[in-house]
C-alpha cells in the first residue's frame, strides 16, 4: 500500500471499465434527446402548418434518439453486468428504493418503455408517413413488399388504434420527460453517494452538470438529426442550437465551480486537481473544455455573424455550408459529452487515510 511521507496511506484504486463510461454516454443523451423531442411536441401544438410539422419531426427524431441511445446503452451496462442473467430477475431482487442503484434501474426501464411507446405512437400512430423522420415505415414498407407479410398495415392500425388523445399523450409524455431528468441525474447520484471518499463526484455539483451535459447533448443530437435529414433553415434548428448555447455556458460555470472546488479541497481533491493539469490534461482541457464547450460556441457565434451579414439560403451553397457549420457544432457537442464522462469517471482519486 503506497505511502507518502507527510503520513498519508493511500488506498490503491479500482476503476471501472470503459463500459460504465460508454452507458453514461448514452444514457445521458437518451435523457436529453427525450427532453428535446418533447419541449418540440409541445411547442408544435402552438403552431400550425409547416412550422407545426417541422416541430412533430424534429420530436419524431429526439424520440428516435431516445430510444436508440437507450438500447444501445443498456445492452452496454447489460453485457457488464457479472451475472447478467440475474437482471432479468430485477422486479424481485431490486426493491431497496432507499438506494441509488435500484431507483436507477427502474428508471431505466419504465424510461425505455415510455420511449418506445412515444416512439410507436408518432411514427405509426400518425397521418404523415413521407417524412424521413419515419424512416421505420419504409422498412416495414420493404418488409411487407419483400415477404408479403403487411407489417406496415398491422402496425399503422395498432399505432392509430392505441394513440390516445393529445392530452393524455402529453400527459404520458411528461410522465416521460420526468424519467428522462432522473435518468440523465442518477448516476450522478449514485457516483456521489461516495464523494467522501472521491472528492471528485460532489454531490451538489455533479447532478448538475450531468443534467447540463445530458440536455446539450439531447439537444445537439435531435437538432442534429433534424438539419441533417430536414435542412436547418424553417425547421427549429437555429432556435434549438441558441438554446444548446445557453445550456453550454450553464455547463461551463457548473465545470469550473467544480474544477476550483477540487483545487481548494483535501489531499485527494487537490490530487484530482493535479491530474487535470498533468495526465489527463490532453483529454479534459483539450478535450472537454476546447472541443466540447468552446469550439461548439465558436461555431455558433460564427453562424450568428454569417447570417447577420449574408442571407444564408441565398444560394445552395451557402445552405450546405450552414448545414455543415450546424452539423460540425452538434457533432463536437455530443464528442464533448462523451469525453466529459470518460474524464468524470476516471479523474476520481480515494481519499487517503490519516496516520496519526
Do not use: C
Not at 25 to 50: I, K
Not at 164 to 178: D, K, Q, T
Not at 262 to 271: C, D
Request: zero cysteines; aromatic letters at 12%.
Amino acid at each position: 500500500m503506497p505511502y507518502h511521507p507527510d503520513g498519508l496511506i493511500w488506498i490503491l484504486e479500482h476503476h471501472w471499465d470503459l463500459k460504465i463510461a460508454i452507458y453514461l454516454f448514452f444514457g445521458g443523451l437518451a435523457g436529453g434527446a427525450y427532453l428535446t423531442g418533447f419541449a418540440a411536441d409541445v411547442l408544435s401544438r402552438r403552431e400550425d402548418g409547416t412550422k407545426a410539422e417541422a416541430l412533430r419531426a424534429t420530436s419524431r427524431w429526439g424520440m428516435i434518439a431516445a430510444v436508440v441511445g437507450i438500447a444501445v446503452g443498456g445492452v452496454i451496462l447489460f453485457t457488464h453486468l457479472g451475472a447478467p442473467l440475474r437482471a432479468l430477475l430485477f422486479p424481485i431482487l431490486f426493491v431497496n428504493f432507499e438506494s441509488w442503484l435500484v431507483i436507477g434501474t427502474w428508471t431505466i426501464v419504465l424510461f425505455t418503455l415510455v420511449a418506445m411507446i412515444q416512439a410507436f405512437w408518432q411514427i405509426w400512430g400518425q397521418e404523415t408517413d413521407d417524412d424521413p423522420s419515419t424512416f421505420a415505415r419504409w422498412i416495414t414498407r420493404w418488409i411487407e413488399t419483400r415477404f408479403e407479410v403487411p407489417l406496415e398495415h398491422w402496425l399503422t392500425r395498432l399505432g392509430r388504434l392505441t394513440r390516445p388523445g393529445e392530452r393524455l399523450r402529453l400527459a404520458v409524455h411528461a410522465g416521460g420527460a420526468f424519467l428522462a431528468v432522473l435518468l440523465v441525474v442518477y448516476t450522478a447520484l449514485l457516483l456521489s453517494e461516495v464523494a467522501w471518499l472521491y472528492p471528485a463526484w460532489d454531490g451538489t455539483l455533479l447532478p448538475f452538470l450531468f443534467l447540463a451535459s445530458g440536455l446539450s447533448m439531447g439537444l445537439a443530437a435531435t437538432a442534429g438529426l433534424t438539419g441533417i435529414f430536414e435542412g436547418v433553415f424553417g425547421t427549429g434548428v437555429h432556435e434549438f442550437s441558441l438554446v444548446d448555447d445557453l445550456v453550454i455556458l450553464a455547463e461551463i460555470v457548473i465545470l469550473g465551480s467544480l474544477v476550483w472546488t477540487l483545487s481548494q479541497g483535501g489531499p485527494a481533491a487537490q490530487a484530482t486537481f493535479e491530474l487535470l493539469r498533468t495526465d489527463m490534461a490532453l483529454l479534459f482541457w483539450g478535450g472537454v473544455v476546447a472541443l466540447g464547450l468552446l469550439a461548439p460556441l465558436v461555431l455558433s457565434a460564427a453562424l450568428l455573424v454569417a447570417e447577420w451579414r449574408i442571407d444564408l439560403q441565398a444560394t445552395p451553397k451557402l445552405q450546405r455550408l450552414a448545414q455543415a457549420t450546424y452539423t460540425a457544432k452538434f457533432g463536437l457537442v455530443v464528442l464533448g459529452g462523451l469525453l466529459l464522462r470518460y474524464v468524470a469517471l476516471f479523474m476520481a482519486v480515494k481519499a487517503p487515510l490519516v496516520v496519526a
